[in-house]
């Protein structure tokens, strides 16, 4: 499987880099919304809702939707190897004053996305940065982006492991390698379907960080973002867009299993 998805990989690449006949749209590794092919079943609700706004838009024929490690794929925007860029801009650290984003095009929300911290059992609830011991142990999902609160924690705590997917994420904590995980809704619970378990628990009024996940393009690929962003109004009107989304769909927040 590791070589299948390097194989896929090395293709986006060629597509990108290469041939040139294509526009590309990068999507960023992530668990239940892009997936890399080969690593695990279907595309990935985001990366479905884009390709079907590309479909209906006449321009699946003229841009190449591919998918890398959110590092790779952020670097890669950034350098303007793509066209266009998802989960969006609240994806980067806007505190890098060398990332030159200010003019990027930005589409209307595709979901909301929360990180949770989540612990174990109801009894390490966290309700507040402050109720996190400096002795603690966490885990997260490498190049999510961090809020000033998340920073904080990050700096007291004993340690923080870096991990590749929602998936080993959520492995960590049940195997009490970690006490806590930040995780992003709704990706986590792709990662809980996928390893046939509950919910674990988290409080519902506590969130360091959300925000939307959209499709961003740079100026010069305005035609291009103006259609795919009048399709995802569409889809927003019609419900296509929640119903595609499903279980996944944020802009509701669920109420079970967060703690109040």
Not at 151 to 164: A, D, N, P
Not at 228 to 234: A, C, S, V
Request: charged residues 20%; contains cysteine.
């Amino acid at each position: 499987m590791i070589m299948f998805a390097v194989f896929a990989l090395s293709f986006g690449w060629s597509v990108a880099g290469e041939t040139g006949t294509k526009k590309v749209i990068v999507g960023a590794q992530l668990t239940g919304l892009f997936h890399i092919p080969g690593e695990h079943e279907g595309p990935g609700v985001y990366h479905e809702i884009l390709q079907r706004a590309l479909v209906e838009s006449g321009l699946d024929d003229q841009v190449e939707l591919i998918v890398m490690p959110m590092s790779r794929a952020k670097r890669g925007f950034v350098n303007k190897q793509y066209a266009c860029y998802a989960p969006g801009i609240t994806s980067f650290d806007l505190e890098d004053t060398s990332l030159d984003l200010q003019d990027v095009l930005i589409s209307v929300p595709l979901n909301k996305a929360m990180v949770r911290v989540i612990s174990r059992d109801e009894q390490h609830i966290v309700r507040q940065a402050t109720d996190i011991p400096d002795h603690a142990v966490l885990s997260i999902v490498r190049g999510t982006p961090l809020s000033s609160d998340m920073l904080g924690i990050i700096e007291r705590v004993m340690h923080i492991f870096e991990v590749s997917s929602e998936t080993e994420n959520v492995q960590m904590l049940i195997d009490h390698k970690v006490d806590y995980i930040f995780s992003f809704y709704p990706d986590v619970l792709f990662a809980y379907e996928e390893l046939g378990m509950a919910e674990l628990p988290y409080a519902n009024a506590y969130s360091p960080l959300t925000m939307h996940d959209t499709l961003i393009c740079h100026p010069g690929h305005k035609p291009l973002f103006k259609a795919i962003n009048q399709k995802l109004e569409e889809f927003a009107r019609s419900g296509v867009l929640n119903e595609m989304l499903g279980d996944l769909n944020m802009f509701t927040e669920p109420q079970e299993p967060g703690i109040q």
